[in-house]
């Protein structure tokens, strides 16, 4: 069973932080990079940042040296920290593989977690 359950999000001023998690089940943790993905209201889902399983890591261009993912093969957990908000970065944060199987279709996303920043 295939599950994703995201984590941490809330309201925050601009220029303050949240820490994002993720927890996966299945056997896929172990074997994909696992992104970090938002959708901001009327625009389309993008990724911002993924984490190979070695560890390499990599942002979109809006979020390099604000945001830092992490992971714990352990535990199945994928983290996001985020410093210095803006509120652009106001959406509905997910997590899932990149890239994702594409027998997925649009299976398995979970419900998000919404990041609000706003004063």
């Known amino acids: 069973q295939v599950q994703f359950v995201e984590s941490g999000g809330g309201l925050v001023q601009p220029g303050g932080s949240l820490r994002l998690s993720c927890a996966a089940s299945g056997s896929i943790f172990s074997i994909y990079a696992m992104g970090w993905y938002r959708q901001a209201p009327g625009k389309q889902r993008e990724l911002v940042a993924d984490i190979t399983p070695g560890g390499s890591t990599h942002y979109v261009d809006s979020v390099k040296g604000r945001f830092t993912v992490a992971r714990d093969n352990a535990k199945n957990t994928v983290y996001l920290q985020m410093n210095s908000l803006k509120p652009e970065d106001t959406a509905l944060y997910y997590c899932?593989?990149?890239?994702?199987?594409?027998?997925?279709?649009?299976?398995?996303w979970g419900q998000g977690t919404q990041v609000t920043v706003s004063s």
């Open positions: 899932n593989p990149n890239p994702r199987p594409r027998a997925w279709g649009q299976a398995y």
